[in-house]
């Protein structure tokens, strides 16, 4: 059968256009919007931790749970279990749930544990010290923040290093993350979210000579905010939003986690000690840059260089004689009361890096430490920088 040309140059047309489509259709079905977690997903399924991308890719779009993070997190890191004859109580989980092993295997292994288990639960309220975990809480992204750095707190802790401006000034960065700012600590107290971690703004009391955060619990959130974006582990967009609300997906969950993986060098979770954690004296005070202070404690106690200055000046004043035995890396150097005592000529002494010197007071008619500060009303003076101290208010013994 014999065709018109231009019927001929149709079914050409025609077919072409058919296999061009059908082309089009193949490469659409081979690519998803998800080939950005692919690595990951196939990461987490050589670990056993969820099957493979072709399998997982249509539950990738999900929102997850704290039931499901938890088991990923018990799946990929081994590293957190707990004795079996250790007694760990999940508030929210009890011994009968399907989820108490995991919880208590993931969550039983703190760091900071067992006052640290309150960090990672889903409602909080440290005014009273109680707490309840809910496996069936869908995750926002600031949820999963709070959670993952209370599991893995050396990612935080890379910002130790920042000084208060410096961090304060990246956290401006973060244009969805609120800020607010109170003139006193009064007014920061009366704050709803003054002591909530799982809110994602920060309090910021203002200062004459310098802003910082509101309290201890500010500290965590900047640490966990801050670290995780240098890291690399969570980070803002190219705008600066963070959306902390956001309802996290399993994509980026998979993702998150396997970059924490790849944080500890590939090999499962090794935990770094903190400084905090080497400072082996129970109490701690501390020095601040730009700082002078007035501070008294019973027995040895760690004066920690929390904006790493090089130098600490120090005197005391007593009713009775103590001298001082101050340790700073390990060095121990002996200062007598009579030279401790002059205010207007403190002693010198370099940190050379160190994080924190050691202070022993011996009362030297008996030569053991000063247990009863208030009866010789033992009055320490410090400061960054050289000062007279007889022009520092003293502490008041009434």
């Given amino acids: 059968m014999r065709y018109p040309k231009c019927s001929i140059f149709i079914i050409i047309l025609t077919l072409s256009l058919s296999l061009f489509t059908t082309s089009l259709a193949n490469a659409a ?17 050589s670990h056993k931790v969820m099957q493979n991308f072709k399998q997982e890719e249509k539950n990738l779009s999900k929102n997850v749970s704290k039931a499901e993070l938890t088991r990923m997190i018990y799946l990929l890191f081994q590293e957190f279990r707990v004795d079996s004859s250790k007694d760990v109580e999940i508030p929210g989980v009890p011994a009968t749930s399907t989820y ?30 109680t707490f309840t975990y809910q496996p069936s809480k869908i995750l926002s992204r600031w949820d999963l923040l709070i959670t993952l750095n209370t599991l ?19 956290l401006q960065t973060f244009k969805d993350i609120h800020k607010r700012y109170f003139n006193s600590y009064d007014t920061y107290e009366k704050w709803k979210y003054a002591y909530q971690p799982l809110a994602p703004e920060f309090g910021i009391i203002k200062s004459k000579n310098e802003n910082h955060l509101g309290s201890d ?30 309802k996290v997906t399993l994509a980026e969950t998979t993702v998150i986690l396997h970059r924490i993986y790849k944080y500890y060098g590939g090999t499962g979770y090794v935990p770094k000690p903190s400084k905090d954690e080497d400072v082996t004296n129970g109490t701690s005070l501390f020095l601040y840059k730009d700082d002078v202070s007035t501070m008294s404690t019973s027995d040895d106690f ?31 150097m002996f200062y007598t009361y009579e030279r401790l005592s002059i205010l207007d000529a403190p002693i010198i002494i370099p940190f050379d890096g160190a994080y924190f010197a050691e202070i022993f007071p011996i009362l030297r008619s008996t030569g ?14 410090v400061s960054d920088k050289l000062v007279d101290f007889n022009s520092i208010e003293p502490l008041s013994w009434q």
């Fill in 29 to 45: 079905s081979s690519s998803s919007k998800y080939e950005w977690a692919k690595p990951s997903v196939e990461f987490m399924a």
């Fill in 100 to 129: 108490y092993q995991t919880f208590r295997d993931v969550y039983g292994s703190i760091p900071s544990n067992p006052s640290g288990l309150i960090a990672a639960a889903d409602k909080i309220n440290y005014n009273n010290g």
């Fill in 152 to 170: 893995f707190p050396d990612i935080g802790y890379s910002v130790d290093e920042m000084s208060e401006k410096e961090s304060l000034t990246k």
């Fill in 217 to 246: 619990l500010d500290y965590v959130k900047r640490d966990a905010l801050l670290g995780f974006s240098q890291q690399g582990v969570m980070k803002p967009n190219s705008k600066g939003y963070f959306y902390p609300n956001q």
């Fill in 302 to 332: 760690a004066l920690v260089n929390a904006d790493h200055v090089p130098t600490l000046y120090l005197a005391l004043s007593a009713k009775a004689p103590v001298d001082l035995k101050v340790i700073v890396n390990g060095e121990a």
């Fill in 368 to 381: 053991e430490l000063v247990h009863d500060v208030e009866s010789i009303q033992l009055t320490y003076y």
